[in-house]
């Protein structure tokens, strides 16, 4: 069980015999809900989303200090991680007034640590894919629109048990995507989203969302036109996470009842 669930039964002082009695009084309550078991296979998964999200952090990191150092002798590209190459270029080239020698081979061993985090992420988008490709749940995810491999091998491997959520509100509110209830007295008070829950699975949802929104804006289908009358009367922003919270639906949709993603057909 969570131990946020149980600590609202817990009486006064704590120890172990008031948090044992806590747990015993939770453990016997219909609504408790229960942590699931995750399989080895499923958990070695998850360790390569993890280390793969760690590296990426880092190849960010890098980037980003690369940048500053170069742009405090003036040497600048365009924004983008793509055009990190060309600014690596321009320090080989760069003449030693420019740029002196102590800052040139700080900024290449930087250079060669970037070179390395991005083979290391290449592998592990290897072992996903290899995963992705012996896993049905997966590849039935991945028919969702802005639900890639990364995406559907989190979502497969985080989830071992769907029917712990009696419907798709309830685990698009597990990743935090529903509105925050501040309800008193009969009136409905809705505010941001939770944020509670994966905050990973709910980043990777909003990403995918993203490029939906953005194909829709040319799309004519009848995802498409559902999108574009919300941009009429909503902020990008807002639409983004009604899209992602729309996927995790469809997403609970097709674990809990299998089949694969088949779109809405038009008027």
């Not at 590209?77 to 190459?85: L, N, P, Y």
């Not at 802005?146 to 559907?152: M, P, Y």
């Not at 491997?157 to 419907?167: E, H, M, N, Q």
């Not at 969302?209 to 040319?218: C, F, H």
Request: hydrophobic share 45%; net charge positive; glycine share 6%.
């Amino acid at each position: 069980m969570p131990p946020s669930y149980v600590k609202a039964y817990v009486r006064r002082q704590k120890n172990d015999a008031a948090d044992g009695e806590a747990i015993c009084e939770a453990v016997r309550r219909p609504t408790m809900r229960f942590v699931p078991v995750k399989s080895a296979e499923r958990q070695s998964v998850l360790v390569l989303h993890r280390t793969r999200e760690l590296l990426v952090r880092q190849r960010t990191m890098l980037i980003n200090a690369i940048r500053g150092h170069c742009a405090e002798f003036g040497v600048i590209v365009a924004q983008g991680a793509r055009r990190v190459s060309e600014l690596l270029d321009q320090v080989l080239r760069a003449e030693a007034p420019a740029l002196p020698d102590m800052a040139r081979s700080a900024l290449l061993m930087m250079a060669n640590q970037l070179s390395a985090l991005a083979a290391q992420i290449n592998a592990l988008d290897r072992h996903l894919l290899a995963w992705h490709r012996q896993n049905q749940t997966s590849q039935r995810l991945a028919t969702i629109p802005g639900v890639g491999i990364i995406t559907a091998t989190a979502l497969a491997a985080s989830i071992p048990d769907p029917g712990l959520f009696r419907s798709g509100r309830e685990f698009s509110a597990f990743l935090g995507l529903v509105p925050r209830q501040n309800s008193s007295g009969g009136k409905d008070k809705l505010g941001r989203i939770s944020k509670m829950g994966d905050g990973y699975l709910r980043k990777l949802l909003v990403v995918g969302a993203t490029s939906v929104i953005r194909r829709a804006r040319t799309g004519s289908s009848a995802s498409a036109e559902w999108i574009n009358t919300l941009l009429e009367r909503r902020p990008a922003r807002v639409v983004t996470v009604a899209m992602a919270n729309k996927t995790a639906r469809i997403a609970w949709a097709i674990l809990a009842r299998g089949g694969v993603y088949r779109p809405a057909i038009m008027a």
